[in-house]
T-cell receptor, first 116, second 115 residues
Framework: DAGVIQSPRHEVTEMGQEVTLRCKPI?????LFWYRQTMMRGLELLIYFNNNVPIDDSGMPEDRFSAKMPNASFSTLKIQPSEPRDSAVYFC??????????????FGPGTRLTVT | AQSVAQPEDQVNVAEGNPLTVKCTYSVSGNPYLFWYVQYPNRGLQFLLKYITGDNLVKGSYGFEAEFNKSQTSFHLKKPSALVSDSALYFCAVSPGYSSASKIIFGSGTRLSIRP
């Protein structure tokens, strides 16, 4: 299995631009998570999908952030417009099972976003 | 409110010595507890979890953790440290299956093993 795949691995953009991060979960997993990691705030859960449906988006920082999961094998996290404070490493993770958090999560390699 | 604490930012251990990385939690009900490891420029990797049953849980790379309900702790341990164990370790807790469940990660502990 290829594991969780994220693209791009690195993204450098200017303030005000739209940024789209992509994730392909492990085949057969039905839960998908988006996280953000920074030195100041640590690891933060942004949004969680179960069977392609957003279950909890309370961690999404503001309306500039949006996430979609059009099918079981693809998800996007979009930031529009981007700001320097959005600079972070964004991780996608997937897990198996209907029980939300009893299953371990498998993380992708992350996308390092730099907004100048 | 649900929370998890890793009281040590950094733990330094000599190779071959036992290691402990501490984690305490606060949650209502029966917790689900996890340990993950993160190597530089990589995503988190699952090490082990406690859901129910035996309080001593064994995981990957020779790590184990003991669930202590009375002390609300879930410390990560290894009898003999390796230089390759040097990494960032995260404890995570969830209050169990519920439509309102939310997983929370600790702030992380950097483990440094000196040769």
């Amino acid at each position: 299995d290829a594991g969780v795949i994220q693209s791009p691995r690195h993204e450098v953009t200017e303030m005000g631009q739209e940024v789209t991060l992509r994730c392909k979960p492990i085949s057969g997993h039905n839960s998908l998570f988006w996280y953000r990691q920074t030195m100041m705030r640590g690891l933060e859960l942004l949004i969680y999908f179960n069977n392609n449906v957003p279950i909890d988006d309370s961690g999404m920082p503001e309306d500039r952030f949006s996430a979609k999961m059009p099918n079981a094998s693809f998800s996007t996290l979009k930031i529009q417009p981007s700001e320097p404070r959005d600079s972070a490493v964004y991780f996608c993770a997937s897990s198996l099972g209907a029980g939300q958090y009893s299953y371990e999560q498998y993380f992708g390699p992350g996308t390092r976003l730099t907004v100048t | 409110a649900q929370s998890v604490a890793q009281p040590e930012d950094q733990v330094n251990v000599a190779e071959g010595n036992p290691l402990t990385v501490k984690c305490t939690y606060s949650v209502s009900g029966n917790p689900y507890l996890f340990w993950y490891v993160q190597y530089p420029n990589r995503g988190l990797q699952f090490l082990l979890k406690y859901i129910t049953g035996d309080n001593l849980v064994k995981g990957s790379y020779g790590f184990e953790a003991e669930f202590n309900k009375s002390q609300t702790s879930f410390h990560l341990k290894k009898p003999s440290a390796l230089v390759s164990d040097s990494a960032l370790y995260f404890c995570a807790v969830s209050p169990g299956y519920s439509s309102a469940s939310k997983i929370i990660f600790g702030s992380g502990t950097r483990l440094s093993i000196r040769p």
